[in-house]
T-cell receptor, first 115, second 111 residues
Framework: GAGVSQTPSNKVTEKGKYVELRCDPI?????LYWYRQSLGQGPEFLIY????????DSGLPNDRFFAVRPEGSVSTLKIQRTERGDSAVYLC?????????????FGPGTRLTVT | GQNIDQPTEMTATEGAIVQINCTYQ??????LFWYQQHAGEAPTFLSY????GLEEKGRFSSFLSRSKGYSYLLLKELQMKDSASYLC????????????FGAGTRLAVHP
């Protein structure tokens, strides 16, 4: 079956530009997560949606980052006024439910490079 | 605060057994996960522990001691395809569903 998909797979942008990263979760998964991963590091939590609402956005580094999930399925991570430090792989994950035992299924990620 | 620590790199020989350790600190705990990540690919789920003890799943086993804040992943009968990063992560309690990941352990399996 289809897993989590993310588009684009690679995005190169200039400093100061706006970017949107898209995530299609596994069908029927109510929870959706965004993480970012820098080289040689583990994924770092950004935001988590339960349905359409952001249940925990404590990982967003500043107000340049924003994410939406208007219909409770596809999510878009939006980054304004990009900076070189935003360069990383942005991973999306989904899970069928919340709570301890539900594993998160990860997408292949979007590699963002800010020049 | 919360933190999680695991060795940066390990090497092992094909056919051998390797143990990857992970220690963590958190005020609330709701489970410990291990993920495998091949270079340039998405992390894939390996195991979940919430109670103390050993969980065995084929060639892979995972152990948890909540009182010590300690887990390990045991890989048996190593194969070349096991060369990857192994990520330890915990989930905090209190309704939080985010995973707090370690930096990962890069395992290189040699013939």
């Amino acid at each position: 079956g289809a897993g989590v998909s993310q588009t684009p797979s690679n995005k190169v942008t200039e400093k100061g530009k706006y970017v949107e990263l898209r995530c299609d979760p596994i069908s029927g998964h109510t929870a959706l997560y965004w993480y970012r991963q820098s080289l040689g590091q583990g994924p770092e939590f950004l935001i988590y949606f339960q349905g359409t609402g952001a249940a925990d956005d404590s990982g967003l580094p500043n107000d340049r980052f924003f994410a939406v999930r208007p219909e409770g399925s596809v999510s878009t991570l939006k980054i304004q006024r990009t900076e070189r430090g935003d360069s990383a792989v942005y991973l999306c994950a989904s899970s069928v439910g919340t709570g301890g035992s539900y594993e998160q299924y990860f997408g292949p990620g979007t590699r963002l490079t800010v020049t | 605060g919360q933190n999680i620590d695991q060795p940066t790199e390990m090497t092992a020989t094909e056919g051998a057994i390797v143990q990857i350790n992970c220690t963590y600190q958190t005020s609330g705990f709701n489970g410990l996960f291990w993920y495998q990540q091949h270079a340039g690919e998405a992390p894939t789920f390996l195991s979940y522990n919430v109670l103390d003890g050993l969980e065995e799943k084929g060639r892979f086993s995972s152990f948890l001691s909540r009182s010590k804040g300690y887990s390990y992943l045991l890989l048996k009968e190593l194969q070349m395809k096991d060369s990857a990063s192994y990520l330890c992560a915990f989930k905090a309690s209190g309704g939080y569903n985010k995973l707090i990941f370690g930096a990962g352990t890069r395992l290189a399996v040699h013939p």
